[in-house]
């Protein structure tokens, strides 16, 4: 009996001790719909160190890539369905679940980066972030994919005018599809997983996305012509599903905050170096560039668009955003 009894303690104690590791640890899953080589990739890989080391490897995050859990509106879902984790996303999809985000969207309406990353990072940024709470999401951090540039495969685009008849695709946000169709474009909305394929088949005859997206996704192999519109500054996000956030102590919910400001750091400095070289990149890989469109043709052009945008998002809401100086 005490041979039996001495056994089943020691059982249960070598039980205990393999199942423990198991148990201490909580894996997480991260979605993002670019390749591992891009201004996302960087960012949520710095994410997930800086998790396990703030949590002394109690949650580890599992990062998956090139939209291998799905594209960014299905995962904005799945946070809400509480089926994935945490997520980093443009802002095209996030106006169908927060609509207020879609001011950010308005062409012309940040004058740089540096600009554009006071707004968020100051008290605007940080109260927009609030509005995901109550769908079910919580916004950790603002990151970037910066200025939207267009490409094409049919002709150079100097102005507006080019742009008349071309079949673009979209992020599904109805703030852009209204402004391109003021420039006379066909807008079609799809996600971005979707994107490489379509322009290959000549499904669409072009896109715009800010230079990091255009040389991580390798669109030089299927668009000739890239005009350096920067029309509209592009901001993404790092979202956590609302039932997994609740389950963290207030210990950690802090570090996976600071894990996020770390994450948009690097993802801030990859795009700034991505600016340096992509123009070159890009032009020694084939592509034909426009550096100096007429931007003010492309603003007047939108006149009526942006009286509309006044009316909807309200002009003092817009004029708050425009005429932002950090402290």
Do not use: C
Request: no cysteine; charged share 25%; aromatic share 8%.
């Amino acid at each position: 009996m005490r041979f039996r009894h001495s056994l089943a303690t020691a059982l249960a104690a070598l039980f205990a001790v393999s199942a423990a590791p198991a148990l201490a640890q909580t894996a997480l899953k991260m979605n993002i719909s670019l390749a591992q080589n891009s201004h996302y990739g960087v960012a949520i890989d710095t994410f997930a160190r800086e998790v396990e080391k703030r949590t002394n490897g109690r949650y580890k995050i599992q990062n998956f890539y090139s939209g291998a859990l799905g594209a960014e509106r299905e995962s904005i879902e799945a946070l809400q369905l509480g089926t994935l984790d945490i997520t980093m996303t443009s802002t095209g999809p996030v106006p169908n679940f927060v609509p207020d985000i879609a001011i950010l969207d308005i062409p012309f309406l940040f004058r740089d980066y540096a600009h554009a990353r006071a707004v968020l990072d100051g008290p605007i940024g940080q109260e927009m972030l609030k509005k995901f709470e109550p769908k079910g999401i919580e916004a950790l951090a603002w990151g970037e994919n910066g200025f939207r540039n267009m490409t094409n495969s049919k002709r150079p685009v100097n102005g507006p005018e080019d742009l008349k008849g071309l079949k673009m695709r979209t992020m599904e946000n109805p703030v852009h599809i209204q402004a391109y169709r003021a420039f006379g474009i066909i807008p079609t909305p799809m996600a971005f997983t979707e994107v490489f394929t379509a322009l290959q088949q000549g499904t669409v005859d072009g896109q715009e996305n800010p230079l990091s997206v255009i040389t991580a996704a390798k669109l030089d192999q299927v668009q000739k012509y890239l005009t350096l519109t920067g029309h509209v500054y592009s901001p993404a996000l790092i979202l956590m599903s609302k039932a997994q956030w609740d389950k963290l102590s207030a210990e950690d919910k802090k570090a996976f905050h600071e894990a996020a400001v770390e994450a948009v750091k690097a993802n801030r400095a990859r795009i700034d170096d991505d600016e340096k070289k992509a123009v070159a990149d890009l032009r020694a890989k084939g592509m034909q560039i426009v550096e100096h469109p007429d931007e003010a043709k492309f603003q007047a052009v939108l006149g009526p668009t942006f009286a509309e945008f006044g009316k909807k998002f309200g002009q003092q809401n817009i004029d708050r955003i425009r005429n932002y100086k950090a402290p």
